[in-house]
């Protein structure tokens, strides 16, 4: 089992920068893929970046593409999304989640351990 716990979020101003952490409780988080997904007011949560096991591989969508970044630091078992150049439309909550496997995919339904979310608000 894995327990993810999301810090980071807020309320910053459009063309801003927020730093997101996942902590999860397993020592070996370093055989997880992990993957960052948003859920917006009144939509359906909506994949976001993944990173494979050892940091090597990532995926993002087109939405986010060249303003977020996702690593992960396996020795503090810690994953990250770096958000910059934030828009009002990257509002939502942002929740982390793992699967226990190495790759890194973009389906919600693969991932079997999920954070409890943390809300980023972008102000206009």
């Known amino acids: 089992q894995v327990q993810l716990v999301e810090s980071g979020g807020g309320l910053v101003q459009a063309g801003g920068s927020l730093r997101l952490s996942c902590a999860a409780s397993r020592r070996t988080f370093s055989g997880y893929a992990m993957g960052w997904f948003r859920q917006a007011p009144g939509k359906e949560r909506e994949f976001v970046a993944a990173i494979n096991w050892s940091g090597g591989g990532s995926a993002y969508s087109n939405s986010v593409k060249g303003r977020f970044t996702i690593s992960r630091d396996n020795a503090k078992n810690t994953g990250y999304l770096q958000m910059n150049s934030l828009k009002p439309e990257d509002t939502a909550v942002y929740y982390c989640?793992?699967?226990?496997?190495?790759?890194?995919?973009?389906?919600?339904?693969?991932?079997?351990?999920w954070g409890q979310g943390t809300q980023v608000t972008v102000s206009s």
């Open positions: 989640a793992a699967r226990q496997y190495s790759i890194a995919v973009v389906t919600e339904a693969d991932y079997a351990y």
